[in-house]
């Protein structure tokens, strides 16, 4: 069975610092990984997909993710995190249904 | 663009009571699955119509049903409801189930029962 874990439940970010969000899959075959973003009250946007190919995909807002097989990982990062970035971030593996992780709230500090 | 529209917004509903929502997907998606996510869970997959069949089920109750109409929208009918069922209900469509990870949401039906 698939599974996503993100082992970080808050992520606390100054303004303009980095950012990494990490997530780990359990899949059994090519995992198609995606990520996507919460804000309170509305509802999911993908931020950036892999399939195959590159490892190092490029999503919207900014945001890129590495793919690592040999650590079954797909982090999400920034390099200059924005106020406007404060939401909740799903890490979701499968085809067409998926199954998504238990979120990482992600708050921004002045 | 037009996005996956779904209503209602916002339902409240007694314990015992029944609750219908509604989804219509993008135009020309044929493709309607519907999540559940819980007070600070994640979403979780209920089931899926590609071309008005049944194409996927997860962890959907056997008090809930839905279809998908000729038009290509969905709905999502639950009775008997439980104070558990309260959540927040996405519908998301895509263009042929074919099409891994092409899924776009709507901002979801939030449904409260007393």
């Known amino acids: 069975a698939q599974s996503v874990t993100q082992p970080d439940i808050h992520i606390t970010v100054s303004e303009g610092a980095s950012l990494e969000l990490r997530c780990n899959y359990s899949y059994g075959a090519t995992p198609y990984l995606f990520w996507y973003v919460q804000s309170p009250g509305q509802g999911l946007q993908l931020l950036l997909k892999?399939?195959?190919?590159?490892?190092l995909v490029q999503g919207i807002k900014g945001f890129e993710a590495e793919f690592k097989r040999s650590q079954s990982s797909f982090n999400l990062r920034k390099p200059s995190v924005h106020w406007s970035d404060a939401a909740e971030y799903f890490c979701a593996v499968g085809y067409s249904t998926l199954t998504f992780g238990k979120g990482t709230m992600l708050l921004v500090s002045p | 663009a037009a996005g996956v529209i779904q209503s209602p917004r916002h339902l409240i509903k007694e314990k015992r009571e029944t609750a219908t929502l509604k989804c219509y997907p993008i135009?020309?998606?044929?493709?309607v699955y519907w999540y559940q996510q819980g007070p600070g869970q994640d979403p979780q997959f209920l089931i899926s119509f590609y071309e008005k069949m049944q194409s996927d089920k997860g962890s959907i109750p056997d008090r809930f049903s839905a279809q998908q109409f000729s038009d290509y929208h969905s709905e999502l009918n639950m009775s008997s409801l439980e104070l558990g069922d309260s959540a927040l209900y996405f519908c998301?469509?895509?263009?042929?189930?074919?099409?891994?990870?092409?899924?776009?949401f709507g901002e979801g039906s939030r449904l409260t029962v007393l």
């Open positions: 135009p020309r998606h044929d493709t």
């Open positions: 892999y399939f195959s190919g590159d490892t």
């Open positions: 998301a469509s895509s263009f042929g189930i074919q099409a891994p990870g092409e899924l776009f």
